[in-house]
């Protein structure tokens, strides 16, 4: 069974897939990704790309959904990334998103049409999910626009929340809620 979610007639979620390994680390190598996300590794290596793929098909498995998606470019394939993270199950009612896109693709409207998309699905596949949450680094506010023009609204703002290379972050906490 294909999964596919279309966003524009060029671009679609799919899950991850042995192939993408060089555009993960293409993109993933941004030091401006790595300050404003808290799992991807810097240097971004082959072997991280590989750990990443087989983990994403291993939950592919498990859950027998897709739940870590390809942002993907029919002319360039892997552009971004895009997930649920599952906290509290696939039978839970609230869950947390992440995603990032490579630089050359920022400013289009593709993370925000990712978002979107990505949030109906999970909302219409996972009956009993209300609440879907995000963290935003404070100091990037571009991530938050992205979240609002997808339907989420700010909640909250937690200071020393999160701790990255010993150095504490505040984040603004952002949800949709199930319409």
């Known amino acids: 069974m294909e999964e596919k979610i279309y966003l524009r007639e060029h671009l679609s979620l799919t899950p991850f897939e042995p192939g993408d390994q060089t555009n993960l680390v293409r993109y993933l190598n941004d030091p401006e990704l ?3 996300t808290l799992r991807i590794p810097s240097p971004y290596t082959e ?54 896109l490579g630089a050359p693709f920022r400013g289009q409207g593709i993370a925000t049409n990712a978002v979107h998309a990505l949030c109906d699905w999970l909302f219409e596949s996972r009956p009993p999910l209300v609440r879907i949450e995000a963290k935003v680094h404070s100091d990037n506010p ?17 200071r ?12 603004i906490l952002m949800a949709r809620i199930r319409e």
């Open 47 to 100: 072997a991280d790309a590989d750990q990443w793929i087989n983990m994403a098909q291993e939950n592919r498995a498990l859950h027998g959904k897709t739940y870590n998606w390809a942002i993907r470019h029919k002319a360039h394939g892997v552009i971004g990334g895009i997930g649920a993270f599952l906290h509290t199950g696939v039978d839970g009612h609230l869950d947390e998103i992440g995603y990032w």
């Open 160 to 171: 020393k929340h999160t701790i990255k290379n010993g150095e504490l972050i505040d984040v």
């Open 34 to 36: 790595y300050r404003n």
């Open 142 to 158: 571009a991530s938050a626009r992205v979240l609002e023009k997808a339907g989420f609204e700010r909640e909250g703002f937690a």
